[in-house]
């Protein structure tokens, strides 16, 4: 079990450009979080999957983010036509559940950092 | 609406002494609380999980208590250590629905030796 792995790290890009941010949960994990974090904040729910379900999206989420989880693993977190306040840390996190129970502690990655110039 | 209130001042406090961190919510039933430390760069990490129906909960040097009826929850670390140093942050579910964790600005707590 290698943990949330989160893929770039860090990206920089121009205004206007898109972006797209992968997550790998922990494998038997059913559950997938996005947030995003900037800096002096804690971290801003964006959306959930229950597998390949996507149960939830926060109401201040742009129509310029979409979110996809095909197969029930691994997630994309695509940002268009970003702007400088899309700035900020994209963390996913995974946990185990079912939708009558919300339990259980989330398992963060190490996020990607999100410049935009 | 609902709100998450974490004191946004650093906590600094000497090795040795015990650490209270405080989280206040309003506009909450929660079904339980958590607790997450969150290092410079890094993705939080879990620490602790307290239910509605519980009034404390420890693990190791880690205490936290939970009082529905204040909507208050303090999150203790004893024999702090300048590797305690970190930002804390709670974090609430509510009871019903899909409703997922949302969390408190942190505090940051600073332990010199």
């Known amino acids: 079990d290698t943990g949330v792995s989160q893929d770039p790290r860090h990206k920089i890009t121009k205004r206007g450009q898109n972006v797209t941010f992968r997550c790998d949960p922990i494998?038997?994990?059913?559950?997938l979080y996005w947030y995003r974090q900037t800096l002096g904040q804690g971290p801003e729910f964006l959306t959930y999957?229950?597998?390949?379900?996507?149960?939830?999206k926060s109401r201040l989420l742009s129509d310029r983010f979409s979110a996809e989880r095909p197969k029930g693993s691994f997630s994309t977190l695509e940002i268009q036509r970003t702007e400088q306040g899309d700035s900020a840390m994209y963390l996913c996190?995974?946990?185990?559940?079912?939708?009558?129970?919300?339990?259980?502690?989330?398992?963060f990655g190490e996020g990607s950092r999100l410049t935009v110039l | 609406s609902q709100k998450i209130e974490q004191n946004s001042e650093a906590l600094n406090i000497q090795e040795g002494k015990t650490a209270t961190l405080t989280c206040n919510y309003t506009n909450y039933s929660p079904a339980y609380l958590q607790w997450y430390r969150q290092d410079p760069g890094r993705g939080p990490v879990f620490l602790l999980l307290?239910?509605?129906?519980?009034k404390e909960k420890r693990k190791e040097r880690l205490k936290v208590t939970f009082d529905t009826t204040l909507k208050q929850s303090l999150f203790h670390i004893t024999a702090s250590q300048p590797a305690d140093s970190a930002t804390y942050l709670c974090?609430?579910?509510?009871?019903?629905?899909?409703?997922?964790?949302?969390f408190g600005k942190g505090t940051m707590l600073l332990v010199s030796p």
């Open positions: 307290i239910r509605e129906n519980e």
């Open positions: 996190a995974s946990s185990l559940g079912d939708r009558r129970m919300n339990t259980g502690e989330l398992f």
């Open positions: 494998s038997e994990h059913n559950r």
């Open positions: 999957f229950q597998n390949e379900a996507q149960l939830e």
């Open positions: 974090a609430l579910r509510a009871v019903w629905g899909y409703s997922t964790l949302t």
